[in-house]
């Protein structure tokens, strides 16, 4: 590899345009295809496999109108006074304006829904009322009713007996009247008589049968009334079972308030089509302008975290003034303008096409607002660094002398081999980001490892071209005499080492050995004799420095940011805190609850079984309120909100939602009804279990990956031992700063912090691939150098010094420009980067300067040449993978013999015009 990377760099040193002309195109077409594809960011991580995301799939096909953005804007007084009427109608009317421009779908009135709750209750007394006031009038005319009935009854009783007798006297008057026929006797007086009775009778039995239909008439009347009031019964039911769901209505909203107690503060809920982070900045504007515009008449405006925040921005001061300081690093090293801006324009050219590129697929996948800023954060400082160490390697060979294309050649033949074994390590690092199977991880950790793989590209490729247009002017004349001036001295003090164990020859061991320790006394600084020195102290007090600051991460616990976190005094974080104290801190955070009705119910039914679980739910503690929002017309599914009495990151939270959850068969058991909970409470949760459940067999990759890297990189069983134990030392050190500032609130205005809570839930698993990464990039061309030396013979102890004396330098300057980048993200306009850029930062800080500076020289040398153990036939078994750039020792040694009679000539030639 190599030799190969030396063959391309020359051939960029003598055809550098054609590379430079390649690099803008690629840059362009990427630039250009952001510009033409660039879709919408967002907050909302997708988690397979979850209850919180098989339920959030099923509301949105079943319920669409919920399945876009949300935010909420908290509107009080100024003066701390009651809304006053003109104040209340102003902002009802521009909320209403925003449904009607279509800048919201809903913009719910707080007012006019604090009304309908307060009203609930009156409404529910009126109803009793009047219900009991029917009540009473159907019992008085079922009594009258009842009364005439008996009447009827008693006049049909009085009827029938009066038939029967009539009857009776009838077919008395009639046989008689037949025997006095039958015996001829029909003229007599007797037989008149029974014929006047006969026709008496008759019209008696007339006048009973107009009496019965007066009787009929008045049953059918009275029927009639009985079904008047039969219906007027039903209809007492119906109102008694709509009292009834109106006092599970009117319970259901108790707990729920959108106007604070003191009347002082309001909270208006809004529900856009898209997500409110990722609105058109036109609409942004348009909406932010027509909230702020009741701020003339004393009201205050703090819109939540959701409409205030712009996931589209993904640079602010902080990484600006992050690039500053890296800048001057650059300066003080390089000791020209043109030596340090060549690594931050290289770094700026390949932050810009890997953002790019990652923006362009923003269309086609989902990807959270994270992670272009996270490819911008690390492009920035591998790009850096990168760079840094091709050129840092190249300035030094001009200063030697070697031909300027030569050296271009030899630097990225050597330092270059290392540069794309280190960017490997990262890149493999990050694309390992798959293996917790969450979508939203897997884009950003493909991203990032893009933008990397980007930045090798860019280092090997165009770094080369541009150095071979800048020549000499990357070395400063002054640099150069001090350059000088140290190796005349050098070689002085080598020259009377020499003669001193000349004198001592018989004991050839010994000679050697101090040789090595006298050779190896000049050129070094403290740290170095330091850690060479005392290697025990060293080693020990770096342990115990590491071990005690990652104490705190044993407390670690894990969630999803939310307003809290946001900066300080800004809108969001004041949102935040005044829903809380105003409303309820669990009002910050609303539960979801998707209920599955019973098959077949009616409306009736399956309105009652909604509020039935919503009425259970709200029963078990720690729950303020638990309210049907929407049911479906064919009476199959159901919306709950539900309203803890804790905020989001709270654990008292975490457990409700897992009590509630374990509740759900029992509720299906009691109500007919299935719950499933959603949301962005739930979302937290879930995504936290996912991360610690990913986090140790990733952890377990990571270490895997670095033993078998470093083992065919140095061709050592100990030293991947030693870094690996190393990068776990620095790793914990991280989290338990981290911890510290971000949970405990340590130091925490030094570093904007004004709410501690939980971290981020997949910052401990994008700390630990990324911090491998870096750490392996400074072990890489640390050790490297120190295996360079021992390899041609310096003993253990001078070989770590050597090793120190040469690449120390060049990790000091590439550690302090990672820091510097990573640390501008610490003041991110992005929450959630904040936390990420301090943990990168502070574990570079830890893994550069404690463990590769400090606890790794200081091992290596407590362990001799035993540090470089490796058993025979493993050797042989090992690949060559030649990062010190072995296979150019031949170039090399012609590029170090021309340097040296270039100098030896130019030396000949001023010494004789001086004579």
């Not at 909230?291 to 902080?318: A, C, K, M, Q, R």
Request: net charge negative; hydrophobic share 45%.
């Amino acid at each position: 590899m190599a030799h190969k990377l030396y063959q391309l760099a020359k051939l960029a040193a003598r055809r550098p345009w054609a590379f430079i002309v390649s690099w803008a195109v690629i840059i362009g077409l990427l630039v250009g295809s952001a510009a033409l594809f660039m879709g919408k960011l967002t907050n909302d991580f997708a988690i397979p496999g979850t209850e919180t995301q098989d339920t959030l799939d099923e509301v949105e096909k079943i319920f669409p109108e919920f399945s876009g953005g949300t935010g909420s804007v908290v509107f009080t007084t100024a003066n701390g006074n009651e809304f006053t009427d003109e104040q209340k109608q102003e902002i009802s009317s521009m909320l209403a304006g925003l449904e009607e421009d279509k800048t919201a779908l809903v913009a719910a009135d707080p007012f006019k829904n604090q009304a309908e709750i307060a009203n609930a209750g009156n409404k529910i007394e009126e109803g009793k009322k009047e219900l009991a006031a029917n009540e009473k009038k159907l019992a008085d005319g079922q009594k009258q009713l009842d009364g005439a009935k008996k009447k009827i009854s008693d006049g049909q009783k009085q009827l029938d007996d009066g038939k029967k007798q009539l009857e009776a006297g009838l077919k008395q008057a009639q046989d008689g009247a037949k025997q006095l026929e039958a015996a001829g006797m029909t003229q007599t007086q007797q037989y008149m008589q029974a014929k006047g009775t006969i026709q008496a009778l008759e019209q008696q039995q007339a006048g009973l049968k107009a009496k019965q239909a007066e009787l009929d008439e008045g049953r059918a009347e009275l029927e009639t009334k009985q079904k008047e009031i039969d219906e007027g019964k039903k209809k007492l039911e119906e109102g008694r079972a709509e009292l009834a769901q109106g006092q599970r209505q009117a319970e259901s909203a108790e707990g729920m308030k959108f106007v604070s107690d003191n009347g002082a503060s309001a909270v208006a809920h809004m529900q856009f089509e898209g997500q409110a982070e990722a609105m058109e900045a036109q609409k942004r504007e348009h909406l932010l302008s027509e909230l702020h515009s009741v701020e003339n008449l004393g009201v205050e405006v703090y819109p939540s975290t959701e409409i205030s925040s712009d996931l589209n921005s993904v640079f602010g001061i902080g990484e600006a003034i992050g690039l500053v300081v890296a800048g001057l690093v650059l300066f003080i090293m390089m000791g020209t303008f043109v030596g340090a801006g060549l690594p931050l324009v290289q770094a700026v050219l390949g932050v810009g096409a890997g953002v790019a590129g990652t923006l362009a697929f923003s269309s086609v996948v989902d990807m959270a607002s994270i992670t272009p800023a996270l490819a911008l954060m690390l492009g920035l400082a591998v790009g850096i660094d990168y760079t840094l160490f091709i050129v840092h390697r190249h300035r030094r060979q001009l200063m030697q002398g070697v031909d300027v294309k030569e050296s271009i050649g030899l630097a990225v033949g050597t330092s270059g081999s290392a540069v794309v074994f280190a960017g490997l390590t990262v890149v493999i690092a990050l694309v390992a980001l798959l293996v917790p199977g969450l979508p939203f991880l897997s884009v950003l950790g493909l991203s990032a490892a893009a933008t990397v793989a980007l930045a090798v590209l860019i280092a090997v490729t165009l770094t080369p071209a541009l150095l071979s247009l800048i020549g000499q002017r990357l070395v400063s004349k002054r640099a150069q005499k001090a350059f000088d001036a140290k190796q005349a001295k050098q070689r002085a003090r080598l020259a009377g080492a020499e003669a001193g164990t000349g004198a001592e020859a018989d004991d050839g061991a010994g000679a050697d050995a101090e040789t090595d320790g006298d050779a190896d006394r000049g050129g070094h600084n403290g740290w170095t004799r330091f850690t060479t020195g005392k290697p025990w102290l060293a080693a020990l007090a770096g342990v115990l420095l590491l071990g005690i600051i990652a104490f705190p991460s044993l407390k670690l616990t894990t969630a999803l940011p939310d307003g809290a976190s946001e900066p300080y005094g800004s809108d969001a974080q004041v949102a935040y805190e005044k829903t809380a104290e105003d409303f309820g801190a669990g009002f910050n955070g609303p539960i979801l609850g998707f209920v599955t009705l019973p098959e077949g119910a009616s409306e009736a039914e399956a309105q009652k079984a909604l509020y039935e679980t919503a009425t259970k739910v709200r029963e078990i503690e720690g729950v303020i309120a638990a309210s049907p929002v929407e049911q479906t017309d064919d009476n199959r599914y159901g919306l709950l909100q539900i309203i803890p009495t804790t905020g989001p990151a709270d654990d008292k939270t975490v457990d409700l939602v897992e009590t509630i959850r374990a509740a759900e068969h029992q509720f299906e058991d009691e109500t007919g009804a299935k719950l499933a909970l959603t949301g962005q409470v739930t979302a937290m949760i879930d995504v936290s279990e996912k991360m610690a459940e990913a986090l140790p067999p990733y952890l377990v990759i990571v270490v895997s990956l670095s033993l078998v890297l470093l083992l065919l990189v140095f061709r050592s069983i100990v030293v991947p031992l030693i870094a690996t134990l190393g990068f776990l030392l620095s790793l914990a050190a991280a989290f338990g700063a981290t911890v510290a500032v971000y949970q405990f609130g340590w130091l925490g205005e030094l570093f904007g912090v004004h709410t501690p809570g939980p971290i981020m839930s997949f910052l401990p698993i994008l700390l630990t691939g990324i911090l491998f990464g870096l750490a392996m990039d400074y072990q890489m061309f640390l050790v490297t150098a120190m295996r360079e030396a021992f390899v041609h013979g310096a003993s253990p102890r001078a070989a770590c010094r050597k090793g120190m004396t040469a690449a120390a330098p060049v990790v000091v300057a590439a550690a302090l420009i990672m820091i510097s980048v990573f640390a501008g993200f610490i003041f991110s306009e992005l929450s959630m980067i904040r936390p990420i850029g301090f943990a990168l930062a502070f574990g570079v800080l830890f893994d550069a300067f404690v463990v590769r500076l400090t606890i790794t020289p200081a091992i290596m040398t407590l362990l001799g040449k035993h540090a470089w153990f490796i058993p025979g036939w493993l050797d042989k078994a090992l690949p060559n993978v030649d990062v010190e750039g072995e296979s150019l020792s031949e170039e090399i040694a012609a590029a170090e013999r021309t340097a040296t009679e270039s100098k030896d000539t130019d030396t000949a030639d001023k010494n004789a015009a001086r004579a």
